[in-house]
């Protein structure tokens, strides 16, 4: 009797505290407060003449028998238990709390006895939907060392990261290229296996951002299954990402829903590719992991980049993007790249510009509508006036109309960049353009090909260029060049005759490169050139030099008795050639260089 006053009195207080308590208490405060209120009730029971099938059933119970008071004092004792019963809440009730041999109260037609355990907070469980594929899921150990592309002959500092993968068919596990880039050693560890296993990169794709493994040890692949791919997820279709990110060692699976499906800029590369914006957190070591359809195991996209000023904001590459890579491989044997028209375009909004090319008043093929876009450049190396050239109106491709704005239709209510139509083609596959030249609509045919900048975007996996001729340094120009030199924020710090050639675009012949005298060895023999650097190089005893092998060749062939450096700004350095070339051996060994060029 004590007792269960006592507890009576505690039980709605229990209630209370599990309802006041915080968002991260409440669960289990309010399980203790509807577990108490069990016991005081069963105790009661007997006292109160069978009153107990006159209470209104509980919600939070699938079980509520009369518990004899003799068996809760058992309990209390710590009597043995057999096996427990559960809430939904998750925690279990011993059924020594129940006393089988006991004749039970009256039946409570709403409250059947639970067989399995389920999760009042939880409405749905993707997790246990996908258990299957998270056996497939890989976390990727990297040791990489990246160039120093503004100390050539110099290396940084080894560094360890780790990222996420997945396999897929073929023994093959698919990864992000940023997490494998400049790679010295590859390690991968399965999900739930404690063993680390020695991996060799079959493909890299770094305009897609993509990355192919293989383990060669068959222990790997015991109980794996490759994952399948489904199509692009439509607009708020739920998706589970998986992977490793930082914060843990063990799996992790955030839940979220598709954003936005667009052309967006990958970071890793530069390169503008089909894109898909989501809301699930997307952390450090994230990146490669799978983005899973919510309803089932099919891949739909692959973790790859997040946004440093946005909050709930990541990216997936797209299964259509993936597939293209896997494809490219396959119809190749290698990676090839993706395929551009080859020009830049602005928009045809303005009305006077509508009027000057003559979109409004010219004649114009069945299914073609008055829209384009102005071709701005063109690549020199692909094109020729009879494809397309500077002043042409960009109608159509393969018979798509292109909007003014430079999309073309996606799906209902949805638009992307005509580039995509484009960039879904594969190398010296055959684009129809619709051309307006002079007021005359024209067709042409394009041969696809990958683009040729003037100034790579990016470069990976390759050792960095370089020449020193008596103290001063020479080196192509790339955008990881500009990073080192100046940082992210090289737009604002880079001289403007650098950024001017990032601006020309294309090449205007093959194997074109803008030449940079990068800085000045400290040397007897460039004394009184102090300051100069960072230049771009456009002559040597007068003739233009097309790119740094050229200028090797140039030096190397120079019988004059001096070397003519005709740089950017009409700026000149003059060398005495016999001078540089006796002096170059002594500065190499003053700056610790082992070579005076690059391999």
Known sequence: GDFAAIHALHAPRALLCGLMAPPSRFQHALERGIAVTVVVLAVLTPALGGVSSSIPSLPFLKATPAVPPSRTRALLRGGRSSPPLRLRGGHDIPSDVLDDSATPAPAVEHLPVVHHPVNIFATSSPAAALQAGFASVVKVFAWTTEPHFSQPWQMRRQRHGTGSGFIIEGRRILTNAHNIANQNWVLVQRHGIPRKYPAKVLAVGHECDLALLSVEEDEFWDGTCALEFGAVPELQQSLVVVGFPTGGDNLCVTAGVVSRVDVHEYAHSGFSLLCVQIDAALNSGNSGGPALNAESNQVIGVAFQGREDAENVGFIIPSSVVNHFLQDISRNGIYTGFVTLG?????????????????????????????????????????????????????????????????????????????????????????????????????????LASPRYLVPECVYDTSPRYLIVGGIVFVPLTLNYMLHEFGKRYYEKAPNALLGAMDDRFQSVAGEEVVVLSQMLASEICSGYDGIRNLRLETLNGERVRNLSHLRELVDACCDAFLVFGLSQTQRVVLSREEALEATPTILLQHSIAKSRSE
Do not use: Y
């Not at 510009?353 to 003559?358: A, I, M, S, T, Y």
């Not at 876009?373 to 042409?392: A, P, S, W």
């Open 343 to 447: 020009i830049t375009w602005a928009p045809l909004e303005n009305k006077s510009l509508r009027k000057h090319v003559g979109v409004d008043v010219c004649e114009l093929p069945e299914g073609c509508k008055r829209s384009g876009v102005v071709v701005c450049k063109v690549d020199n190396t692909r094109h020729t006036d009879d494809t397309l050239r500077t002043g042409d109106t960009l109608i159509a491709v393969d018979g798509v109309s292109i909007a003014d704005d430079g999309t073309i239709p996606f799906r209902e209510m949805e638009r992307l960049a005509f580039s995509h139509l484009v960039s879904q083609k594969f190398l010296k596959d055959i684009c129809d353009v619709t051309v307006l030249r002079d007021g005359k609509v024209i067709h042409r045919q394009v041969t």
